[in-house]
Every structure is written in C-alpha cells, then in structure tokens.
C-alpha cells in the first residue's frame, strides 16, 4: 500500500523560502516497475494543479508558474520526496500536496513527464493529506 505524509508547510514573506517534505512508501521502483511522485497545490478558489513531478529514473518537470524557483528531488535511502521553493510569492499561498502513481508511460507508452497530462489529478491514485503554505507580502 502507497502512503504519503507531507511536512514542512507554514508561512513566510515575500522571498522567502520553504522545503516541502513528504515521506513515501510502497513505491518500489524495482526493476520492471516504475512510478512518479508529483507535487500538487490547491490555491484559494483555484482547483489543485500541479507544480512538479519526478520520476524514478529522475526525469522531472514543473509548471511554468514555479519553474526556475521550485526544485523538486527526491532521497531514495531515507524514502523522502521534497520540493525546495524559493523566491515565494503571494500567489504561492495554498495547500500543498504530495501524490504518486504506479508507472511513469501514458498509454502510448511516452514518459508522462513529457506529456500534457502529468499535472492533472486523475494520473495519480496516491495522495498525502495536505500541509499549508501562506506567503505574505
């Protein structure tokens, strides 16, 4: 069974920076098996999009909204995912969420990571509860 707990929310100013973490398991990125680990957030009034996806062969991509300010990687030894957030702005605020899904190829048999549909929230199956992140200007 996939669980996925996330840590590391809370507020910060205009600049700032925050380490999301999120600890996984169940996800076994053994030979013949793949998968991807996503960051997603829900913006106040806004559906929950997301921001950063990872692979397990350490493809990644982001959303053009957080690109060249959010770094998304992941610990293999300890299990932990993480999303390095820096130059934050007000419109960062929003809950944050950690999701996985077994397999990293779309039904075409392309990595997902390089399609349209990886930051869409019916590619996964797996989610964390949530942590929150307020930016204030």
């Known amino acids: 069974m996939v669980q996925l707990v996330e840590s590391g929310g809370g507020s910060v100013q205009a600049g700032g920076s925050l380490r999301l973490s999120c600890a996984f398991s169940?996800?076994?990125?053994?030979?013949?098996?793949?998968?991807?680990l996503a960051w997603f957030r829900q913006r106040p009034g806004s559906e929950r999009e997301g921001i950063a996806g990872i692979d397990n062969f350490v493809m990644t991509e982001y959303a053009g909204s957080v690109k060249g300010r959010f770094t998304i990687s992941k610990d293999n030894a300890k299990n932990t995912l993480f999303l390095q957030m820096n130059s934050l702005k007000p419109g960062d605020t929003g809950l944050y969420y950690c999701?996985?899904?077994?397999?990293?190829?779309?039904?075409?048999?392309?990595?997902?990571?390089?399609?349209?549909?990886?930051?869409?929230?019916?590619?996964?199956?797996?989610w964390g509860q949530g942590t929150q992140v307020t930016v204030s200007s």
């Open positions: 169940g996800l076994t990125g053994s030979i013949g098996s793949s998968y991807i």
């Open positions: 999701a996985a899904r077994e397999g990293r190829y779309d039904s075409d048999g392309y990595p997902l990571l390089r399609g349209r549909f990886w930051s869409t929230e019916y590619e996964y199956n797996y």
